[in-house]
Nanobody, 121 residues
Framework: QVQLVESGGGLVPAGGSLRLSCAAS????????MGWYRQAPGEWRELVAR???????NYADSVKGRFTISRDNAKNTMYLQMNSLKPEDTAVYYC???????????????WGQGTQVTVSS
């Protein structure tokens, strides 16, 4: 069974930086696309950034130029470097991984438990 564990959230003043990590544990799996999502109170969960296994990336317009997504396939780990943080970035950040099943080869979504990011004004 694959588990995703996020870390790196916290409280930071506006203009500050944080680095989130997402580590996938388990055995005998490979990860296709990965992504970071976030959900603020009373809001829908939204895509922040995603990255393919080959390293292609795309970002939400609201974070372009401030956030950088990366991954280490050998470590089954993904990162999100967040710079120039704004109060509107405050949310719970979730890690997502799309992992093909070894038997039926269908791709399944896996989610982490979330990590809180709070940006004070």
């Amino acid at each position: 069974q694959v588990q995703l564990v996020e870390s790196g959230g916290g409280l930071v003043p506006a203009g500050g930086s944080l680095r989130l990590s997402c580590a996938a544990s388990g055995s005998g799996f490979s990860i296709n696309n990965m992504g970071w999502y976030r959900q603020a109170p009373g809001e829908w969960r939204e895509l922040v950034a995603r990255i393919t296994r080959g390293g292609s990336t795309n970002y939400a317009d609201s974070v372009k130029g401030r956030f950088t997504i990366s991954r280490d396939n050998a470590k089954n780990t993904m990162y999100l470097q967040m710079n120039s943080l704004k109060p509107e970035d405050t949310a719970v950040y979730y890690c997502n991984a799309k992992i093909p099943d070894k038997v039926d080869l269908r791709e399944y979504n896996y989610w982490g438990q979330g990590t809180q990011v709070t940006v004070s004004s």
